[in-house]
């Protein structure tokens, strides 16, 4: 079946770049989303890439995608306090009739230090 | 314009007690998820609805029920919780079947 997988914890300098990265296994999926969790928050969608593209850029963010190899990243610029959450990739929609059924990643926890 | 709204935001439960989580969305939203977060753990999907009066099953639907008896409404409910349900609920709307998903802010259970 479908899964997502991504490492749970990543600790950058504040300026650095943060890169996280996510690897799934069914390559039938449409689109691959990143979606951002702030504490005490519900999920946020950040970015999303169509499948057959390979990049997509949007002010700090770059999303890679890596069809071959099933890898999808997502780079932060200049990555600040505020970027602090948890991280989480997906993939799909799926579902009979496309009822948009997304699956998770268990998500990168991001921590930004001075 | 206050998108998805969960509550109650908190409970504690007993084995065996029964609860309902109330999802509220003024978005329009003909779909509507609820989905649980564990630690470790992706999202995974409770049950869903794609429209006023319609249910369906998601990945892990045992021990819970739904409701979508109005549009802007999606109430999930626990008949007899167990500690196994100790979770962080989701609920989610989009707009139609490939639309960005909006979520609550979460509701946090612990059953003891």
């Known amino acids: 079946g479908e899964d997502v997988e991504q490492s749970l914890f990543l600790s950058v300098r504040e300026g650095d770049s943060s890169v996280i990265n996510c690897t799934y296994t069914?390559?039938?999926?449409?689109?691959l989303y990143w979606y951002k969790q702030e504490p005490g928050a519900g999920l946020q969608l950040l970015t999303y890439?169509?499948?057959?593209?390979d990049m997509k850029q949007d002010q700090r963010l770059t999303v890679l995608l890596n069809k071959k190899d099933k890898h999808l990243s997502l780079r932060i610029a200049d990555t600040q306090t505020g970027d602090s959450a948890i991280y989480f990739c997906?993939?799909?929609?799926?579902?009979?009739?496309?009822?948009?059924?997304?699956?998770f990643g268990a998500g990168t926890r991001l921590a930004v230090h001075p | 314009n206050a998108g998805v709204t969960q509550t109650p935001k908190f409970r504690v439960l007993k084995t065996g007690q029964s609860m309902t989580l109330l999802c509220a969305q003024d978005?329009?939203?003909?779909?509507m998820y609820w989905y649980r977060q564990d630690p470790g753990m992706g999202l995974r999907l409770i049950h869903y609805?794609?429209?006023?009066?319609?249910?369906a099953k998601g990945e892990v639907p045992d021990g819970y029920n739904v409701s979508r008896l109005k549009k802007q409404n999606f109430l999930l409910g626990l008949e007899s919780a167990a500690p196994s349900q100790t979770s962080v609920y989701f609920c989610?709307?989009?707009?139609?079947?490939?639309?960005?998903?909006?979520f609550g802010e979460g509701s946090r259970l612990t059953v003891l």
């Open positions: 609805s794609v429209g006023e009066g319609t249910t």
């Open positions: 069914d390559s039938s999926s449409t689109y």
């Open positions: 890439i169509f499948s057959n593209m």
């Open positions: 978005m329009n939203h003909e779909y």
């Open positions: 989610a709307s989009s707009l139609d079947s490939h639309g960005e998903l909006f």
């Open positions: 997906a993939e799909g929609p799926y579902g009979i009739g496309g009822h948009n059924k997304l699956i």
